[in-house]
């Protein structure tokens, strides 16, 4: 083999290992930021990790919001139609955030089942559900008024 060839060959290789190598650790280093996106139906039938940092999605089940008296702390259930999952949130709720809408929580399962949530996204008009939502309710996709992605 020519020197110059061999020289560009030994060039492509490295540069190929060293670019692998990059996407590794960025891939690598991105695992812990991932949030991966769970249907209350998941977390009955136990696909859901606990401690991990996840998103789940439903419509808040009526009647089942219940505030603290003298904390911020507030405990709701949300559903797909299927399965319900306590959610527990100890901040101030979205001013859309209603009984029988659509919410997407950002938490952690805990050991007893509930979702310690650090973030609540209510829906922003009558129109709209979470794609993520509608999707994991299928054919129970209306929350409260019927609404449709």
């Known amino acids: 083999m020519h020197p110059v060839r061999k020289q560009r060959l030994i060039l492509v290789i490295v540069l190929v290992a060293l670019s692998s190598a990059a996407v590794g650790f960025v891939t690598y280093a991105m695992r812990n930021n991932m949030n ?22 439903g419509c808040v089940v009526p009647g089942s919001v219940v505030r603290a008296g003298d904390t911020l702390d507030v ?5 797909d139609g299927d399965a319900n999952v306590e959610v527990v949130f100890d901040k101030i709720l979205p001013d859309l955030f209603a009984e029988g809408e659509a919410a997407v929580v950002t938490g952690t399962l805990q050991r007893d089942g509930t979702v310690r949530a650090d973030q609540v ?29």
Not at 75 to 79: D, P, S, V
Not at 126 to 135: C, G, I, R, S
Request: glycine share 10%; hydrophobic share 40%.
């Open 36 to 57: 991966y996106f769970y249907a209350p139906s998941a977390f009955a039938a136990g696909e859901v990790p606990f401690g991990q940092h996840i998103r789940a999605g």
């Open 75 to 79: 405990r709701f259930a949300i559903t």
């Open 121 to 149: 996204l209510a829906k922003h008009d009558e129109n709209y559900t979470p794609p993520e939502v509608a999707e994991s309710m299928g054919a129970n996709a209306s929350c409260g008024n019927g609404a449709k992605t």
